[in-house]
Protein backbone atom coordinates (compact mmCIF):
# COMPACT_ATOMS: atom_id res chain seq x y z
CA UNK A 1 0.00 0.00 0.00
CA UNK A 2 1.22 3.31 -1.04
CA UNK A 3 0.87 6.41 1.35
CA UNK A 4 -1.02 9.09 -0.26
CA UNK A 5 0.20 12.84 1.18
CA UNK A 6 -3.32 12.70 2.82
CA UNK A 7 -2.40 9.82 4.64
CA UNK A 8 0.79 10.50 5.87
CA UNK A 9 0.14 13.26 8.84
CA UNK A 10 -2.76 10.42 10.02
CA UNK A 11 0.10 7.50 10.05
CA UNK A 12 2.41 10.41 12.32
CA UNK A 13 -0.55 10.97 14.58
CA UNK A 14 -1.30 7.21 15.34
CA UNK A 15 2.41 6.47 15.55
CA UNK A 16 2.70 9.53 17.67
CA UNK A 17 -0.19 8.06 19.44
CA UNK A 18 1.21 4.93 20.37
CA UNK A 19 4.46 5.96 21.16
CA UNK A 20 2.88 7.99 24.05
CA UNK A 21 0.79 4.86 24.84
CA UNK A 22 3.74 2.89 25.21
CA UNK A 23 5.42 5.30 27.54
CA UNK A 24 2.78 5.58 30.00
CA UNK A 25 2.53 2.08 30.26
CA UNK A 26 5.08 1.29 32.46
CA UNK A 27 4.57 4.69 34.61
CA UNK A 28 1.08 2.36 35.56
CA UNK A 29 3.65 -0.56 36.21
CA UNK A 30 5.81 1.23 38.75
CA UNK A 31 2.87 3.02 40.54
CA UNK A 32 1.47 -0.78 41.01
CA UNK A 33 4.95 -2.30 41.91
CA UNK A 34 4.82 0.83 44.71
CA UNK A 35 1.45 0.19 46.05
CA UNK A 36 2.25 -3.10 46.35
CA UNK A 37 4.59 -2.25 49.33
CA UNK A 38 1.52 -0.84 51.10
CA UNK A 39 -1.25 -4.26 50.30
CA UNK A 40 -0.79 -7.57 48.87
CA UNK A 41 -1.31 -7.78 44.50
CA UNK A 42 -4.97 -8.61 44.55
CA UNK A 43 -6.04 -5.46 46.05
CA UNK A 44 -3.71 -3.72 44.04
CA UNK A 45 -5.67 -5.55 41.38
CA UNK A 46 -9.09 -5.22 42.22
CA UNK A 47 -8.68 -0.71 43.12
CA UNK A 48 -6.93 -0.19 40.30
CA UNK A 49 -9.49 -2.07 37.81
CA UNK A 50 -11.91 0.14 39.78
CA UNK A 51 -10.34 3.08 39.44
CA UNK A 52 -9.82 2.26 35.74
CA UNK A 53 -13.80 1.60 35.39
CA UNK A 54 -14.51 4.75 36.81
CA UNK A 55 -12.72 6.71 34.44
CA UNK A 56 -14.40 5.00 31.41
CA UNK A 57 -17.33 6.08 32.31
CA UNK A 58 -16.61 9.52 30.51
CA UNK A 59 -14.57 7.85 28.28
CA UNK A 60 -17.98 5.77 27.30
CA UNK A 61 -19.81 9.25 27.08
CA UNK A 62 -17.42 11.03 24.94
CA UNK A 63 -17.13 7.67 22.62
CA UNK A 64 -20.69 6.59 22.23
CA UNK A 65 -21.35 7.21 18.85
CA UNK A 66 -18.45 4.57 18.27
CA UNK A 67 -20.46 2.32 20.34
CA UNK A 68 -22.25 -0.63 18.93
CA UNK A 69 -23.89 -3.73 20.09
CA UNK A 70 -24.77 -4.41 23.59
CA UNK A 71 -21.76 -3.64 26.60
CA UNK A 72 -22.53 -6.33 28.96
CA UNK A 73 -22.37 -9.91 27.48
CA UNK A 74 -20.76 -13.25 27.80
CA UNK A 75 -18.18 -12.77 25.92
CA UNK A 76 -17.37 -9.28 28.05
CA UNK A 77 -17.61 -10.82 31.21
CA UNK A 78 -15.16 -13.92 29.83
CA UNK A 79 -12.79 -10.94 28.87
CA UNK A 80 -13.34 -9.30 32.28
CA UNK A 81 -11.68 -12.47 33.75
CA UNK A 82 -8.97 -12.63 31.69
CA UNK A 83 -8.02 -9.36 32.28
CA UNK A 84 -8.19 -9.77 35.92
CA UNK A 85 -5.84 -12.54 35.15
CA UNK A 86 -3.58 -10.34 33.00
CA UNK A 87 -3.12 -7.52 35.51
CA UNK A 88 -2.85 -10.18 38.66
CA UNK A 89 -0.37 -11.90 37.21
CA UNK A 90 1.95 -9.02 36.51
CA UNK A 91 1.24 -7.02 39.31
CA UNK A 92 2.38 -9.86 41.46
CA UNK A 93 5.52 -10.51 39.42
CA UNK A 94 6.11 -6.53 40.11
CA UNK A 95 6.38 -6.71 43.63
CA UNK A 96 9.17 -9.14 43.17
CA UNK A 97 11.27 -8.96 40.30
CA UNK A 98 12.22 -5.47 37.77
CA UNK A 99 9.39 -3.85 35.69
CA UNK A 100 11.58 -4.54 32.48
CA UNK A 101 12.36 -8.01 33.28
CA UNK A 102 8.78 -9.22 34.11
CA UNK A 103 7.75 -7.08 30.68
CA UNK A 104 10.02 -8.79 28.35
CA UNK A 105 8.75 -12.43 29.29
CA UNK A 106 5.45 -10.72 28.90
CA UNK A 107 5.88 -9.47 25.25
CA UNK A 108 5.71 -13.60 24.18
CA UNK A 109 2.14 -12.41 23.54
CA UNK A 110 2.48 -11.87 20.42
CA UNK A 111 4.16 -15.18 19.58
CA UNK A 112 1.02 -17.02 21.54
CA UNK A 113 -1.33 -15.61 19.51
CA UNK A 114 -0.34 -16.72 16.57
CA UNK A 115 -0.09 -20.09 18.26
CA UNK A 116 -3.89 -19.54 19.06
CA UNK A 117 -4.80 -18.06 16.15
CA UNK A 118 -4.98 -21.11 14.05
CA UNK A 119 -7.05 -23.02 16.02
CA UNK A 120 -9.57 -20.99 17.34
CA UNK A 121 -9.31 -17.96 14.44
CA UNK A 122 -8.50 -20.57 11.46
CA UNK A 123 -5.57 -18.04 10.97
CA UNK A 124 -3.04 -21.61 10.54
CA UNK A 125 0.87 -19.48 9.97
CA UNK A 126 3.72 -20.91 7.59
CA UNK A 127 6.34 -22.69 8.40
CA UNK A 128 8.60 -19.58 8.79
CA UNK A 129 6.30 -17.81 11.32
CA UNK A 130 6.23 -21.00 13.57
CA UNK A 131 9.48 -20.96 13.36
CA UNK A 132 9.63 -17.96 14.72
CA UNK A 133 7.52 -18.37 17.41
CA UNK A 134 9.81 -21.34 18.59
CA UNK A 135 12.73 -18.74 18.43
CA UNK A 136 11.11 -16.32 20.87
CA UNK A 137 10.15 -18.56 23.68
CA UNK A 138 13.72 -19.87 23.88
CA UNK A 139 14.52 -16.26 23.94
CA UNK A 140 11.55 -15.98 27.21
CA UNK A 141 13.73 -19.54 28.44
CA UNK A 142 16.52 -17.62 28.07
CA UNK A 143 15.31 -14.57 30.48
CA UNK A 144 13.35 -17.00 32.62
CA UNK A 145 16.02 -19.46 33.63
CA UNK A 146 19.01 -16.71 35.40
CA UNK A 147 15.60 -14.97 37.42
CA UNK A 148 14.10 -18.09 38.28
CA UNK A 149 17.03 -18.84 40.35
CA UNK A 150 16.62 -15.21 42.26
CA UNK A 151 12.80 -15.19 42.31
CA UNK A 152 11.14 -18.55 42.58
CA UNK A 153 8.29 -19.65 39.88
CA UNK A 154 7.13 -15.28 40.15
CA UNK A 155 8.84 -15.33 37.25
CA UNK A 156 6.66 -17.94 34.97
CA UNK A 157 3.83 -15.11 36.33
CA UNK A 158 4.01 -12.88 33.53
CA UNK A 159 3.95 -15.53 30.81
CA UNK A 160 0.89 -16.99 32.28
CA UNK A 161 -0.01 -13.09 32.05
CA UNK A 162 0.86 -13.21 27.92
CA UNK A 163 -1.19 -16.36 27.73
CA UNK A 164 -4.36 -14.95 29.25
CA UNK A 165 -4.28 -12.10 27.30
CA UNK A 166 -3.26 -13.76 23.76
CA UNK A 167 -6.35 -16.00 24.90
CA UNK A 168 -8.51 -12.31 25.63
CA UNK A 169 -7.24 -10.92 22.18
CA UNK A 170 -8.66 -14.19 20.74
CA UNK A 171 -12.28 -13.31 22.38
CA UNK A 172 -11.85 -9.76 21.52
CA UNK A 173 -11.56 -10.50 17.63
CA UNK A 174 -14.41 -12.89 17.94
CA UNK A 175 -16.84 -10.33 19.48
CA UNK A 176 -16.38 -7.82 17.79
CA UNK A 177 -17.94 -9.19 14.68
CA UNK A 178 -20.74 -8.41 16.26
CA UNK A 179 -19.79 -4.83 18.30
CA UNK A 180 -17.71 -2.03 17.86
CA UNK A 181 -14.79 -2.31 19.90
CA UNK A 182 -15.12 0.49 21.92
CA UNK A 183 -18.20 -1.18 23.03
CA UNK A 184 -16.58 -4.84 23.70
CA UNK A 185 -13.87 -2.84 25.81
CA UNK A 186 -15.78 -0.67 27.95
CA UNK A 187 -17.89 -3.96 28.67
CA UNK A 188 -14.91 -5.84 29.66
CA UNK A 189 -13.79 -3.67 32.10
CA UNK A 190 -16.94 -3.39 34.32
CA UNK A 191 -17.02 -6.96 33.85
CA UNK A 192 -14.08 -7.00 35.34
CA UNK A 193 -14.40 -4.45 38.34
CA UNK A 194 -18.00 -6.44 38.74
CA UNK A 195 -16.03 -9.46 39.35
CA UNK A 196 -13.72 -7.82 41.94
CA UNK A 197 -15.92 -6.21 43.87
CA UNK A 198 -18.27 -10.00 44.10
CA UNK A 199 -14.66 -11.16 45.50
CA UNK A 200 -14.57 -8.30 48.09
CA UNK A 201 -17.86 -8.54 48.82
CA UNK A 202 -16.84 -12.79 49.48
CA UNK A 203 -14.38 -11.74 51.23
CA UNK A 204 -16.08 -9.32 53.95
CA UNK A 205 -18.35 -12.03 54.39
CA UNK A 206 -16.14 -14.38 55.36
CA UNK A 207 -14.48 -11.70 58.02
CA UNK A 208 -11.89 -10.80 55.86
CA UNK A 209 -11.35 -6.92 55.54
CA UNK A 210 -11.40 -6.18 51.70
CA UNK A 211 -10.27 -3.08 51.69
CA UNK A 212 -6.98 -2.54 53.45
CA UNK A 213 -5.95 -0.27 51.60
CA UNK A 214 -8.38 2.41 52.93
CA UNK A 215 -6.08 1.68 56.07
CA UNK A 216 -2.84 2.71 54.10
CA UNK A 217 -1.17 6.25 53.99
CA UNK A 218 -3.00 8.84 52.03
CA UNK A 219 -0.69 8.77 48.39
CA UNK A 220 -2.20 5.31 47.92
CA UNK A 221 -5.40 6.38 46.95
CA UNK A 222 -3.98 9.60 44.79
CA UNK A 223 -1.84 6.47 43.30
CA UNK A 224 -4.43 4.29 42.43
CA UNK A 225 -6.26 7.25 40.71
CA UNK A 226 -3.53 7.97 39.06
CA UNK A 227 -3.46 4.00 37.93
CA UNK A 228 -6.54 4.25 36.73
CA UNK A 229 -6.46 7.79 35.05
CA UNK A 230 -3.47 6.58 33.19
CA UNK A 231 -4.99 3.39 31.95
CA UNK A 232 -7.82 5.26 30.34
CA UNK A 233 -6.07 7.62 28.82
CA UNK A 234 -3.55 4.59 27.22
CA UNK A 235 -6.89 3.34 26.27
CA UNK A 236 -8.04 6.95 24.32
CA UNK A 237 -4.59 7.43 22.85
CA UNK A 238 -4.52 3.14 21.16
CA UNK A 239 -7.69 3.75 19.67
CA UNK A 240 -6.38 7.24 18.07
CA UNK A 241 -3.37 5.19 16.79
CA UNK A 242 -6.00 2.65 15.39
CA UNK A 243 -8.26 5.05 13.73
CA UNK A 244 -5.28 6.41 12.09
CA UNK A 245 -2.56 4.09 11.05
CA UNK A 246 -2.74 0.37 10.03
CA UNK A 247 -2.02 -2.20 12.87
CA UNK A 248 0.82 -4.01 10.95
CA UNK A 249 3.02 -0.25 11.24
CA UNK A 250 2.01 0.29 14.36
CA UNK A 251 3.06 -3.34 16.02
CA UNK A 252 6.55 -2.79 16.04
CA UNK A 253 5.94 0.60 18.28
CA UNK A 254 4.15 -1.39 20.97
CA UNK A 255 7.96 -2.43 21.94
CA UNK A 256 9.09 1.16 22.56
CA UNK A 257 7.04 -0.17 26.25
CA UNK A 258 10.38 -2.35 26.97
CA UNK A 259 12.81 0.46 26.51
CA UNK A 260 10.39 2.89 28.92
CA UNK A 261 9.70 -0.11 31.67
CA UNK A 262 13.72 -0.07 31.85
CA UNK A 263 13.96 3.40 32.33
CA UNK A 264 11.03 3.89 34.83
CA UNK A 265 12.60 0.49 36.77
CA UNK A 266 16.08 2.07 37.00
CA UNK A 267 15.10 5.90 38.32
CA UNK A 268 11.84 4.64 40.15
CA UNK A 269 13.31 1.32 41.61
CA UNK A 270 17.35 1.30 40.42
CA UNK A 271 16.65 -1.92 38.71
CA UNK A 272 18.15 -2.39 34.87
CA UNK A 273 18.36 -6.00 33.26
CA UNK A 274 21.24 -8.43 33.18
CA UNK A 275 23.04 -9.41 30.33
CA UNK A 276 20.91 -12.62 30.02
CA UNK A 277 18.09 -10.53 30.03
CA UNK A 278 18.83 -8.45 27.90
CA UNK A 279 20.13 -11.63 25.03
CA UNK A 280 16.52 -12.67 26.05
CA UNK A 281 14.56 -9.46 25.01
CA UNK A 282 16.17 -9.25 22.05
CA UNK A 283 15.58 -12.97 20.68
CA UNK A 284 11.48 -11.91 21.81
CA UNK A 285 11.61 -8.93 20.17
CA UNK A 286 13.48 -10.45 17.41
CA UNK A 287 11.29 -12.47 16.81
CA UNK A 288 7.87 -10.76 17.16
CA UNK A 289 8.82 -8.55 14.34
CA UNK A 290 9.55 -11.33 12.08
CA UNK A 291 6.14 -12.48 13.22
CA UNK A 292 4.03 -8.95 12.20
CA UNK A 293 6.57 -8.52 9.10
CA UNK A 294 5.58 -11.89 7.53
CA UNK A 295 2.27 -11.13 8.49
CA UNK A 296 2.32 -8.33 6.60
CA UNK A 297 3.97 -10.03 3.50
CA UNK A 298 1.27 -12.31 3.49
CA UNK A 299 -1.73 -10.15 4.00
CA UNK A 300 -2.95 -12.36 6.67
CA UNK A 301 -2.26 -9.67 9.34
CA UNK A 302 -4.47 -10.21 12.42
CA UNK A 303 -6.69 -7.58 13.30
CA UNK A 304 -4.99 -6.31 17.06
CA UNK A 305 -7.48 -3.99 17.48
CA UNK A 306 -6.89 -1.10 20.54
CA UNK A 307 -7.32 -2.80 23.90
CA UNK A 308 -6.18 -1.46 27.69
CA UNK A 309 -4.28 -4.48 28.61
CA UNK A 310 -3.20 -2.84 31.95
Known sequence: MTDTPSEKPADSRGMAAMCVAMALLPVGDA????LTDVVPPFEVTQWRTLA???????????????????????????SGALIVVVLFCLISAFQHMPIATAIAIFFIEPLLLTLLAGPFLGEVAGPRRYAAVGVGLIGALVVIRPNFAVFGPVVLLPALGALAYAANMIVLRIATRTRSAVTFQLG?????????????AVTALRGGNPATL?????????????????????????????SQTEAS????????EIVGATIV???VFGDFPDAMTWLGTAIILGSGIYVFHRERRTGHEPERRPSARR
Open 52 to 78: QALFFVPIGLVMRRRLRGSILSLPALF
Open 265 to 267: GYV
Open 249 to 256: VLAPFQYL
Open 214 to 242: LDGPAWAMWAVLAAGALAALTFLLLTVAF
Open 188 to 200: ATFSAAGLLLAAA
Open 31 to 34: ISKL
